[in-house]
């Protein structure tokens, strides 16, 4: 399973992406789930879901582009159309979904791009790229938060780039704008971004490829500021060990312990290993 969709105009009912295809949980009288729907035939993967205003269902498929169902009461498809390059899309692959300001968006390898529901194409977004800064890179990650704010992930060169967009009034230009909070993710690890969850009270949880990791946004800190801490290892890679706790100089031929860095203790790094994990 790679997405759950709780269904906005049915709340009954649970929208399920898989990895061959598309199915509908519905909530009988007895509380207990059953499938209602299954769908097979995309041929595809479903990874991602969601539902616009007028109860459409949009689901991303890998390798096909996108493709929009029109669902009864009895939660049966009765119309089904594919969308691809042919229709604005710059790829069909890595497209995911959302609903931003009511309108359905699509996060591309390309920026933004949204649907015009006058021409049945797919367009760029250049205000939504300009607004949260990520130009015409690839968005794998945009998650708004319980409290009007919007995680953004962008991804260049097989690193992802996070950030916490928040709206600030801004003096200057008389109005809300957003300002951007990335330095506390720097150290996540430079793997894709799976998933992001945020909850109530400032607490958000990032999946990525080599675990979870939890942050705490109700602890004010400020990154501008000296930090001393004991670092008592430092690795490049997964076995590449740096600095195991301590430096040493040598006298007759023994180690002595020290705390100034020796140039022989002072390591080159290969630009592949430039990811750096401090223990």
């Known amino acids: 399973v790679f997405h759950l969709h709780h269904s906005v105009s049915d709340p009954s009912?649970?929208?399920v992406a898989h990895e061959t295809g598309f199915l509908v949980l519905q909530r009988d009288r007895d509380k207990q789930w059953q499938v209602v729907y299954r769908e097979n035939s995309l041929g595809k993967e479903v990874r991602s879901i969601t539902e616009d205003s007028e109860?459409?269902?949009w689901l991303s498929l890998p390798e096909v582009g996108i493709a929009r169902l029109k669902l009864d009461d009895r939660a049966q498809v009765t119309e089904m159309k594919r969308f691809d390059t042919s229709h604005g899309l710059p790829y069909i692959n890595n497209n995911y979904l959302t609903i931003y300001n009511k309108r359905l968006v699509v996060r591309t390898m390309k920026g933004f791009f949204l649907f015009d529901r006058a021409t049945e194409r797919f367009v760029p977004a250049p205000y939504l790229n300009h607004e949260f800064g990520v130009g015409e890179n690839w968005v794998n990650g945009f998650t708004k938060t319980p409290g009007g704010n919007v995680w953004v992930s962008t991804r260049l060169k097989k690193k992802s780039h996070i950030k916490l967009a928040s709206k600030q009034f801004s003096a200057e230009k008389g109005k809300n704008v957003f300002r951007f909070l990335d330095k506390p993710f720097a150290r996540l690890p430079q793997g894709k971004l799976l998933f992001v969850y945020p909850e109530e009270g400032g607490i958000t949880w990032f999946g990525?490829?080599?675990g979870?990791?939890?942050?705490?946004g109700s602890k004010v800190q400020s990154f501008g500021s000296t930090f001393n801490t004991l670092i008592r290892k430092v690795e490049?890679?997964?076995d590449d060990v740096l600095?195991?706790?301590t430096f040493y100089r040598l006298e007759n031929g023994r180690r002595i312990a020290c705390v100034l860095q020796p140039e022989a203790l002072k390591p080159e790094i290969r630009y592949k290993d430039n990811s750096l994990t401090f223990r």
Request: hydrophobic share 30%.
């Open 13 to 15: 009912r649970v929208y």
């Open 243 to 245: 600095f195991e706790g």
């Open 55 to 57: 109860g459409n269902v």
């Open 212 to 216: 979870i990791y939890r942050y705490d």
């Open 236 to 238: 490049a890679g997964r």
């Open 208 to 210: 990525v490829p080599d």
